[in-house]
């Protein structure tokens, strides 16, 4: 067993654990600073992927794996794994500044972000069953505490307890469609079941038990029809749990999904390709359709994360038509782009929500006023999400747009599809724009103050902002990398 592989699970997992404890001997008042500790050791762990100290370097530029190929470090975990440490960075810091509203048990609300971002670093590198299914747990089970960690709200509880109530129901589809698949092919290894899964490709037994795992990873990443805690969980939950919810819980559901399609069932996913059109495009519609009334600024994103994960859902479709296609690419891209469109975004909220003890839209009226800067995040956030260029919304959306049109020769499905995702994007203009609208043209009430943004808040609003625009200036080095990664799939 070659432990070294996991090298840098071992490092968040004990980080984690030295949050918790140091809640032992800190003091009240320095608990907090607790935040940005775990946030800094995870910028070093993020940059030290770059080199060619960490395995996530793959400095030899081959994959490798242990634990009996349970546990695979190739191009696409190095990908994910990078992008779930950046997304944490800076969910932590934005923990700190909402830690003030949490009454109790700060450090265990750090140390369960950390808990969770370990459960996403080995979904990244998942390759069998088993570690699919404990990655997610965790994941899973440590955002129910997450998620109503805000125990004094009743908004809170209410999100916890469908969270747990669904999210175990999921689990419960998970496991028996797991069962079912070991029990016609005796394979748990994803690599194993490829070489035998298009002998069961009519086997009705093993094509449920598919059924029921895509079931299971369908509320992962909140696909239609299993998307429906997500508006309900974004707005009780708190901001931050919310927003590494939005980015983390999702792409490592996505990353799940990908090496179950593509690398455990390919011949079986070649014949679904029809189903995964039909999802998506029922995804977008209904993510964007159901967003229009929404006044709610987390409910709202909530919709709206149910939409993106339909356009998501356009480079999963376009690769099951042909393994050879830029889904993949296209897919990773535009996680890449939507962790910093959203992160800036519930960065705002949270934010504003501390001043105004209010989620509504009209909370952000003469945000310009009080806060130019977060004004100007949050307007390139929604322009971004809309897909206006040349931000990086817009040249994932493209992306994806063209996976999915390549394969119209072959499909004519594709093309609607397309027609399908265009239609979504018209849509999401209207309350995308409302709420710039809102900040810009609305009046604000007299007695709102200038909202202070402390220099940690400051650096990672800059963060998001030079992401947004670098990714949708200069997308080569990044797409590059995507393409890299998702050779894995091919």
């Excluded at 505490?145 to 109530?165: H, M």
């Excluded at 980015?247 to 996505?254: C, T, W």
């Excluded at 009226?365 to 995040?377: K, V, Y």
């Excluded at 080095?477 to 799939?489: C, D, E, H, S």
Aim: charged share 10%; aromatic share 14%.
């Amino acid at each position: 067993m070659n432990l070294s592989l996991m090298s840098l699970e071992i490092s968040v997992v004990a980080l984690g654990l030295v949050v918790l404890l140091a809640d032992l001997w800190l003091p009240a008042e320095r608990k907090r600073m607790l935040g940005y500790a775990a946030a800094a050791v995870l910028g070093l762990l993020f940059l030290n992927t770059f080199t060619g100290n960490c395995s996530c370097s793959l400095a030899n530029g081959l994959a490798d794996s242990t634990c009996g190929g349970m546990f695979v470090q190739d191009g696409l975990a190095v990908f994910f794994k990078r992008f779930f440490l950046l997304a944490a960075a800076l969910v932590l810091v934005l923990a700190v500044e909402f830690s003030d509203r949490i009454a109790a048990g700060v450090s265990e609300y750090y140390s369960l972000i950390v808990f969770a971002l370990a459960g996403m670093l080995f979904a990244a590198s998942s390759n069998d069953f088993a570690l699919m299914f404990v990655s997610i747990e965790l994941i899973t089970i440590t955002f129910y505490v997450l998620t109503s960690f805000t125990r004094g709200k009743v908004v809170a509880l209410e999100a916890g307890v469908k969270y747990l109530i669904l999210g175990a129901l999921s689990s419960a589809f998970m496991v028996y469609g797991i069962a079912l698949v070991w029990g016609i092919t005796g394979k748990f290894n994803f690599t194993e079941l490829a070489a035998v899964a298009g002998n069961f490709t009519t086997n009705k037994v093993f094509l449920f038990g598919v059924l029921f795992i895509l079931v299971g990873l369908g509320f992962k990443i909140a696909a239609f029809p299993f998307q429906m805690w997500t508006p309900d969980v974004y707005q009780g939950a708190p901001t931050p749990t919310t927003a590494f919810l939005a980015v983390g819980s999702k792409a490592a559901g996505f990353v799940l999904l990908l090496r179950f399609l593509f690398t455990a069932i390919p011949d079986v996913t070649a014949h679904w390709k029809n189903l995964l059109i039909i999802i998506s495009g029922i995804t977008i519609l209904y993510g964007n359709l159901c967003a229009i009334p929404q006044r709610n600024l987390k409910r709202l994103l909530g919709y709206s994360s149910i939409a993106h994960a339909g356009y998501l859902l356009l480079g999963v479709a376009a690769l099951a038509g042909a393994r050879d296609s830029d889904g993949g690419a296209a897919i990773l891209y535009y996680l890449s782009g939507y962790l910093f469109t959203v992160l800036a975004a519930f960065t705002v909220i949270a934010l504003v929500i501390r001043h105004l003890e209010s989620e509504d839209i009209s909370g952000l009226a003469g945000l310009n006023q009080r806060s130019p800067l977060l004004a100007a995040t949050m307007t390139l956030a929604m322009v971004s999400l809309a897909g206006i260029p040349p931000l990086a919304g817009f040249f994932g959306k493209f992306l994806l747009l063209k996976a999915v049109i390549e394969q119209g020769a072959t499909n004519p499905g594709y093309y609607y599809l397309a027609f399908t995702a265009l239609i979504g994007v018209v849509i999401s203009l209207y309350f995308y724009f409302g709420v710039i609208r809102e900040i810009y043209w609305s009046k604000s009430q007299a007695d709102r103050q200038p909202i202070g943004i402390s220099r940690p808040m400051q650096f990672a609003v800059a963060v998001c902002i030079a992401g947004i625009f670098w990714l949708g200036l200069f997308p080569g080095p990044l797409l590059n990398f995507a393409t890299i990664a998702a050779r894995v799939l091919k």
